[in-house]
Structures are given as structure tokens and as C-alpha cells.
């Protein structure tokens, strides 16, 4: 078994970070393992996505360590980036570009052979029915299918962990339904992913397990049905329980 395999695909351990003497995350502990859906739940202002770009690379953090699939992060941002991809609530294009163009530009970033790219490009936009549209320039595109051509970006080189920042927002019915089933099918295959979503029922049908993160500190952690049993309602929905574990629900005598 490989070190990647054996080491918690995320591990933080007291992760701080302030904005103009705000604590946007404040010591915050939490190990995901490789192969879970975890989804990281909060309030707007909760510090989620600060927390997921201090993940991805894109913040340094202000104290706290670090470690992705046993690589410290702070000590080898690099490293830790191969094996990470993010995936934010815009999406991002060069709008000149096609589909097969931005993923050939893609892959090649992060140093994926040619004829290896070209393959995994092929079956990401089959997946994600983009196929047909993959010589059309990307500014034309709806914003559902624009989010779809940034998923398969983020997954050309085949991360072990994927992060995403409401990623179904504004998408219809149909194309979450896709994104939903790519995810599903990449922890399936033992790859870790950690999403934020304010779509709760996302959360309570997907993930293996729940955070819910309030005024930057982890709250409550668990599966879904061990986050009920936390209230005492059993008979409760997620949206129920994050209510009343965030406290703008008071629990019910």
C-alpha cells in the first residue's frame, strides 16, 4: 500500500486565517479519509471557502499545518497541488477556445502526456454530454455548460482530491444530475471529494459524511443520520438539523 494511500487525504490541524482582524477560520481540526464525499456545510460568512482555497493553495494560511494525502501543504504548496483540484462557483474560461483546446491547454499545465489527455478529454466530455459541442467556442456556451467544461479541466489530471465551491449552483435539473453522477463515480473509484453546497438535499443524498462549519470553527461532524441523533429528532432533515446546529433554529421540546 502506498504512503498516499495510508495518510488522511485532508488533514488540519488548528487552521487559522484573518482578514483586517476578523478570524475567518479559527483553529480549525478536521481529517477527511481517502474515498469519502464530504460535504462542508455553513452559513453565508461561515468561512468555507476560505477554508477550501486555504485547502487548494490559493490562501496561505496564518498559522495552523496542512497535509494533503501526507504532503504538507505549507511545505511543498507544489507537491500538494498535483494531486488537488479545484473547482470555484464561477467558472473560468478562455471563451476563445473550444472544449478541446482548453483541456489540451489544461493537461498540458500539469504535464499529462498528449495521447493520454486526448483520451481522458474524450471520455470527460462523453460523460458530461459535451462531446457534440467540443469545437465551439466556450463564450458561447450557457453557464451550465461552462461549469461542466471546468469540471472535466479540473479532473483531466486525474486528481486524488477534488474540491468544489457550490458547483451545481444556477446549473438546471439535467446537468446537476450529470455533475451529481461524475462525482459519485470518482469516490467510487476512490478518489476523496469535498464540496460546499447550500442545495442541503445535495448534501444529505451524496455525502458520506457532513462538517458544518459556524464563525470559522468546525461545529458538528458525522453522517447524516449521526448529526440527527445529535439534535434527538430522528425524524428530522438536514435542513433541520443545520438549523439547529448553527443556532438560528432553536431545537424543538
Known amino acids: 500500500m502506498s504512503s498516499f494511500q495510508q495518510a ?32 462542508l456545510l455553513g452559513p453565508n460568512g461561515a468561512g468555507k471557502t476560505t477554508t477550501l ?11 495552523g499545518e496542512l497535509s494533503i494525502f501526507g504532503v504538507d501543504a505549507r511545505q511543498d504548496p507544489i507537491a500538494a497541488k498535483r494531486i488537488t483540484a479545484w473547482l470555484p462557483d464561477e467558472p473560468m474560461l478562455y471563451g476563445k ?11 498540458g499545465l500539469w504535464g499529462v502526456e498528449p495521447e493520454e489527455a486526448m483520451r481522458r478529454a474524450r471520455e470527460l466530455l462523453e460523460v458530461l454530454e459535451m462531446w457534440p459541442h467540443r469545437h465551439m467556442r466556450c463564450e458561447s456556451f450557457s453557464r451550465g455548460m461552462k461549469q461542466k467544461v471546468c469540471l472535466a479541466g479540473a479532473l483531466i489530471h486525474d486528481p486524488m482530491l477534488l474540491l468544489l465551491d457550490e458547483p451545481l ?33 445535495v448534501a444529505e443524498r451524496l455525502a458520506s459524511r457532513i462538517g458544518i462549519i459556524h464563525k470559522g470553527e468546525l461545529c458538528a461532524e458525522g453522517t447524516f443520520e449521526e448529526l440527527k441523533a445529535r439534535t434527538g429528532q430522528a425524524g428530522q432533515s438536514l435542513e433541520d438539523v443545520f438549523l439547529t446546529l448553527t443556532g438560528t433554529l432553536e431545537p424543538q421540546p
Open 169 to 201: 449552483t444556477g446549473l438546471d435539473a439535467a446537468i446537476a444530475r450529470q455533475v451529481k453522477d461524475l462525482l459519485v463515480a470518482r469516490v467510487k473509484n476512490g478518489r476523496t471529494v469535498i464540496l460546499t453546497t447550500h442545495i442541503l438535499e
Open 97 to 107: 477556445l473550444d472544449p478541446m483546446e482548453y483541456l489540451e491547454f489544461v493537461a
Open 8 to 39: 488522511p487525504a485532508l488533514q488540519l490541524r488548528a487552521l487559522t486565517k484573518t482578514f483586517e482582524g476578523k478570524r475567518a477560520v479559527s483553529a480549525l481540526d478536521l481529517t477527511i479519509q481517502p474515498g469519502e464525499f464530504y460535504a
Open 53 to 63: 482555497r486555504m485547502i487548494a493553495g490559493l490562501l496561505s494560511p496564518d498559522e
